[in-house]
């Protein structure tokens, strides 16, 4: 069958409102994604709204020649040339307060999430990813991080996600409870399994009184410094229940839109769920800092949500390489190197300068109560921290400047940890082609491959980062 015949054949196995083509209005917001290099105009994309339609869409492009992938929110960068499948139909939120769970739709943003919540059960919440504009299927088989990871580990550990709706790509419907190696291969990994269309997640009460929100610093040497000392007085290596936060930098145009006062800032955007009294205690160090603009105050979940919604006009504006490592601590000097190596980029100037950027998530995570068996990304043991970089450049950058910022964004986590750079710590949510998935998987390496294998043995879903399973798997004789 030519290419032109399987999608005719495709949408006729479709309603007409399951299906946009490249002059629907809708089309590029389905089909979207983060980093721009990775978007790769599809012929198609279809929308469907059943499970009945969606199984039979997965069948036919599963045994097509057609080149797909399954799309949610766009932040991993799922795109195809042919078809996108995009998952955003099935966006339910529904609590069921006596089992404390909320069946979660896969194709729902986390915003979405977050509104009902408030509406229905504001007191309960799940492990809810930070970004509103992500999507929930992407996110959580990427890990799930959250505002609660630290005291409640990762979305997708078994004591969160308790189960998950799959298409698999025979068509068929099932709960992936009744088969664990689909319901382990969808723990901290994008392999690519099937279509998920709902989660069972558990619901925990918390507060609604949260205080935090931005302090912006203005930038310079000495507030760098006790920047570093003061979050690296801050891990002491005892849990810090209740409080996370990031730190970043903003040029003075962009801190100005948050009320900054033109200057570029370090900004701490802090979190703690023990209150105002114990927050501004705890952050009095970064508080008392001369010049520090104070944009905190007390929200709930869906405000903490909220405060990120702006970064969506970022979608789909720049290529952009990111990296994430997990770490045990976060002592001063790899702040101040943090900040060393962005100054080296940023002299640079042009697009790449305004691109690139850095991002600690402190206090950010915790161990499973689990064996690091009961997941497929077994993720490092006593990790705390999570440290992304970006190197980006803008969309119609030419051949010679996107290679140079590939290799910032492929080498920006060497740069800044030097021997401390294990590869092993790399965070399964930003992987790259260049990352080595066997040492990153590690004990889990070998059921990846034959998960990977048993449930696309034609290798027709792509991964994140895309692979050649067949040959891995003959190569390791699995
Ligand atoms: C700006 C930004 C903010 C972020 N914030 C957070 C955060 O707060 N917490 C966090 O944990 N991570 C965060 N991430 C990382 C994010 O979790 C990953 O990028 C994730 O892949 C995004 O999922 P998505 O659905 O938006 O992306 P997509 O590009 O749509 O999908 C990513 C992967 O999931 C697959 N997929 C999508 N939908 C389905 C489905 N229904 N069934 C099966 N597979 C599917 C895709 O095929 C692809 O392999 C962030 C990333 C960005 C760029």
Redesign the pocket.
Known sequence: MSKTTELQTLQSLLSPSEILTQNHDGYLQESI??AQQAYQHPTLVIRPNSIDSLSKAVKFLTDSSLDW??????????SATDVVLS?RAFNSTEFVREEEVVYLG??ALWAEYYEVMERVAPEWTVIA???PF??V???I??????WLSGDYGC?SDPDNMLDAQVVKLDGSVVWASEEPDLLWGLRGA?L?L????KFKLRARKYTQKIWGGMILIPKGKPNEQTVARGIASMDTGVPLPKVSMFLYTLSGMLASVLGGRGDDVLVLHILDANGEEHGRKLFGWALEIPGAVDKTQVLNMQGFAKLQAA?VANMGKAKAWGQAITMARVTEQVVLDAFRWLERIQKGGGRIAKETYFLFELFSMRDPTTPSSESAWPRPRDARHVFLTSAGCGPDAGQDEVEQTIQIGKNALKEILGDKYEERYIDT??LDEWNDLETIYAENWKRVVKVKRKYDPKGRL???PAVDWKEVEERLGA
């Open positions: 994604v983060w992938q399954v799309k949610t929110g766009g932040a991993g960068g799922a998952s896969a194709g990813c930070r970004t992500i999507g299927a992407g996110s088989i990427a890990g799930g991080f959250s979305t994008q690519g099937g279509v998920i269309t970064a949510n930003a792509r991964s994140m």
